[in-house]
């Protein structure tokens, strides 16, 4: 398969998944010009907040490769991803997100707000102090929690960094 190939099979399986009552998002992962793992968005269908598309095709590709690290794949997805998804695509380090539409290209067409944020104001969330952010939070530290980050260095030979973690 080649690129377009990739760019179309992520277009039919969100049309796909619209047709069946899902959201209209899709992801496609390649790794050595095959698809590695493929999903259509499922919160609609699971009642799960967390089942965007990019989270389960990630979760599927880390399974068969077993491992957290998608370095050398491509990751095509419908939409420029949420932060949520965003985040996720980072920790796993793939050579290259394709994204298809952009929130200004989809906007006159669907909207996804919630009691905390709207597209508009999401990310500028996440820049904020943790203080100044809508979604409530509160800081309660305790030693007995950073006792488990000082076992986790220990076990992990006095290392705090994942072993195996590609880095920049």
């Known amino acids: 398969m080649n690129a377009t190939d990739f760019v179309q099979r992520t277009i039919d399986l969100a049309r796909e998944n619209v047709t069946e009552g899902g959201r209209p998002f899709a992801t496609v992962i390649v790794k050595d ?17 967390t089942a965007h598309a990019e989270i389960l095709a990630i979760r599927e590709a880390c399974t068969r490769l077993g491992t957290e690290h998608l370095v050398g794949t491509t990751i095509y997805v419908l939409a420029h991803p949420c932060p949520m998804c965003l985040g996720s695509l980072y920790y796993c380090s793939p050579d ?17 707000d919630r009691k905390y944020f709207d597209f508009d104001s999401f990310y500028g969330e996440f820049a904020k102090s943790w203080q100044d952010r809508r979604l409530p939070m509160r800081y309660e530290p305790r030693e007995e929690a950073v006792e488990v980050y000082r076992l986790w260095q220990e076990h992990n030979g006095g290392d705090r960094r994942v072993p195996g973690a590609p880095t920049g």
Do not use: C, I, M, W
């Open 33 to 49: 010009g095959a698809v590695l793992a493929e999903s259509a968005n499922k919160v609609a269908q699971t009642n799960d907040p």
């Open 96 to 112: 290259e997100v394709v994204f298809l539409t952009a929130r200004e290209d989809y906007a006159p067409h669907y909207v996804d």
